[in-house]
């Protein structure tokens, strides 16, 4: 049997728990695709149809090219309000329509693609980056 690490503790269904890092490797990373997140979101709300809604386009395209070459992932409530077509940031009645068909709510993005998601089918349905055992409390 192995010795647990430092500073772990034993639970008693079996899980072994240690420790969050003190540090995340690529905080400048994740620093940058927020700031990116919050520039898209600031010029999509206050922007009018033209250019604005451009630079946001751009910066919401420029934080996924980001995640995606750093290995950063990032977290699945901030992609889902991203297009993925034509990276807008999806907000209600200024850049996409919301809509029920038969136990599927639908996101239609301006530039016309759907994004569907089941309702009621499984209550307790949460995807994996927001269960309780894959959560890193500090």
Known sequence: MKPMA?????????????PPPRNIGNKEHFQRI???????VWHTISGNDGGEQALARLYA??????????????????????????????????????QTNLGCLQLVCSCGSVRSFPVHMDRGYRC???????????
């Open 6 to 18: 430092k500073g772990s503790k034993h639970v008693e269904n079996g899980v072994l728990l240690t």
């Open 34 to 40: 927020n700031h990116l997140y919050q520039l898209a």
């Open 61 to 98: 395209k420029n934080m996924d090219s980001v995640s995606k070459r750093t290995r950063a992932e990032t977290l699945p409530q901030l992609k889902r309000t991203i297009c993925k077509k034509c990276y807008r940031i999806l907000v209600p009645r200024k850049t996409m329509r919301v």
């Open 128 to 138: 994996h980056a927001e269960r309780d055992e894959n959560l890193i409390s500090i």
